[in-house]
């Protein structure tokens, strides 16, 4: 099958693998490069960096519904479009192009979580199943149609890095076996409930503030959720401090207030939160490299407390 793939992060570079094994790939649509790091260099991206080495043409349009583009499009003939983690909403003159039509792989359950960054708050938000959606574009955000669902459990440690990379090639699979399911007619699209819905929008830096009145278990969360973008911090005395891993521990607070470090005596970073102690594994106070709770612990002279 010809099939045209729009695609850009990493999430996307397992399932053109997988395309580019079975189908015939006329043309990969990304984002233009970006500035990236430190010194700002322009950066192509990961679906880029992969078509290039699969051998595989490129476009990288900076408005893909523009004219310019479609005329690329039109010319690829494509059977299927295929879309993962692309950045850029689709008209209806792209995604009513292709005969089969306009396939999206989605990272979550839909229709729970339609939105940019379905991984982090299906994580943020405590759930403990998730998985991967195809389905037929249309005019709204995440809301054509679906054709596959396969779900897995969420870990009870797991980040979102850790999970993006497991659905990552769970969805790979999932693409292929949607495509054979339409070229054959054995797969038909069947539309999204209203029930459940729930929206996962694009992630700002201040979303990993943590609030330390918050439960023991809802800032384990939030910390597994924005891990690695845009990580989960908070404030001791002056300083940010960046949190990368945490654990619950089940041990109730007692006078300890949120925020505050306790029981310094065991070696562990325990620290008080709205009803239990959290004990942080790994955090990066800024400026510095990551360091274990155990190594931040030694190191303090006086009563110490996160804000």
Do not use: C
Request: aromatic share 4%; charged share 25%; glycine share 10%.
């Amino acid at each position: 099958m010809r099939v045209v793939f729009l695609g850009t992060s990493g999430f996307a570079v397992p399932a053109l693998r997988a395309l580019a094994r079975e189908h015939t790939i006329p043309l990969v649509v990304t984002q233009p490069d970006r500035p990236a790091g430190r010194h700002a260099v322009l950066t192509p991206s990961p679906v880029k960096v992969e078509a290039r080495a699969l051998g595989l043409p490129v476009a990288d349009p900076e408005r893909i519904n523009r004219e310019e583009a479609l005329a690329l499009l039109r010319k690829a003939t494509p059977e299927a479009i295929v879309v993962a983690s692309y950045g850029q909403l689709l008209k209806r003159p792209l995604f009513s192009l292709p005969p089969l039509g306009t396939i999206n792989l989605h990272a979550s359950l839909l229709p729970r979580y339609r939105g940019a960054a379905p991984i982090n708050w299906a994580i943020a938000r405590g759930e403990t199943e998730t998985g991967v959606t195809t389905f037929l574009i249309d005019e709204g955000m995440d809301t054509g149609p679906a054709l596959l669902k396969r779900s897995i459990p969420i870990g009870e440690e797991e980040t979102a890095g850790e999970l993006h990379d497991r659905l990552a090639l769970l969805g790979a699979d999932v693409v292929l076996e949607t495509l054979d399911g339409l070229a054959k007619g054995t797969l038909a699209p069947v539309p999204q409930p209203a029930e459940g819905a729930t929206l996962a929008p694009r992630l700002e830096r201040d979303d990993g503030r943590l609030d330390w009145e918050k439960t023991a278990r809802g800032l384990h969360n939030q910390v597994r959720g924005m891990n690695p973008w845009p990580g989960a911090f908070a404030l001791f005395g002056e300083q940010r401090v960046k949190l990368h891993r945490t654990r619950l521990t089940a041990a109730r607070r007692g006078p300890v207030a949120p925020g505050e470090v306790a029981l310094r005596e065991t070696g562990r970073l325990l620290v008080g939160t709205g009803d239990e102690l959290l004990e942080v594994l790994e955090l990066q106070p800024e400026g510095r490299p990551r360091m274990t709770g155990r190594d931040f612990v030694n190191g303090l002279r006086d009563e110490a407390r996160f804000r």
